[in-house]
C-alpha cells in the first residue's frame, strides 16, 4: 500500500519495491497547491480507470501505472480491499492520481482542508 505524508505544502507518496515495478513510477511528492480537487470512493469500479498505457492491471485485483480515459492521464496505485483517494491536478504530467488506502474519506478531509 502506497504511504501518503501530508506535510505543510506537499503530499508525499511513497510505494513500496511491488508497486514501483508494477507501476514503472517512483516515489512521488506533490504541492498542495496543484492540487484542483480531492475525492474519494469506497467501493472502487473498474470503469473510472480507463485503458492501461503502462504497468500492471488486473481487473479486480491490481491496477498500477498509467492509464487514460476521455484524454485524461492518469497514474493508479490501487489494490482490491482498498478504497480510493482520488486527486484532480492543476499541473503535472498527469491531469488525475487515484491511490488506494484504507481510510480514504479520512484523507480526503484533511487533503479538502490543506487544498
Not at 480507463?50 to 504497468?55: E, I, L, N, T
Not at 485485483?61 to 482498498?82: D, E, I, P, T
Not at 488506502?101 to 479538502?112: M, P
Request: hydrophobic share 45%.
Amino acid at each position: 500500500m502506497a504511504q501518503l505524508t501530508l506535510d505543510n505544502c506537499s503530499l508525499k507518496i511513497e510505494l513500496g519495491f511491488w508497486e514501483r515495478l508494477g507501476s514503472f513510477s517512483r516515489n512521488q511528492s506533490i504541492r498542495i497547491s496543484d492540487i484542483a480537487e480531492v475525492s474519494q470512493m469506497e467501493k472502487v469500479a473498474m470503469s473510472i480507470f480507463g485503458y492501461r498505457v503502462v504497468g500492471t492491471g488486473l481487473p479486480g485485483v491490481v491496477v498500477l501505472g498509467h492509464f487514460r480515459k476521455s484524454k485524461k492521464r492518469m497514474m493508479v496505485y490501487w489494490v482490491r480491499g482498498q478504497q480510493a483517494l482520488i486527486l484532480d491536478l492543476k499541473a503535472g504530467p498527469y491531469q488525475r492520481l487515484i491511490i488506494g488506502c484504507s481510510d480514504a474519506k479520512a484523507l480526503a478531509k484533511e487533503l479538502s482542508l490543506a487544498v
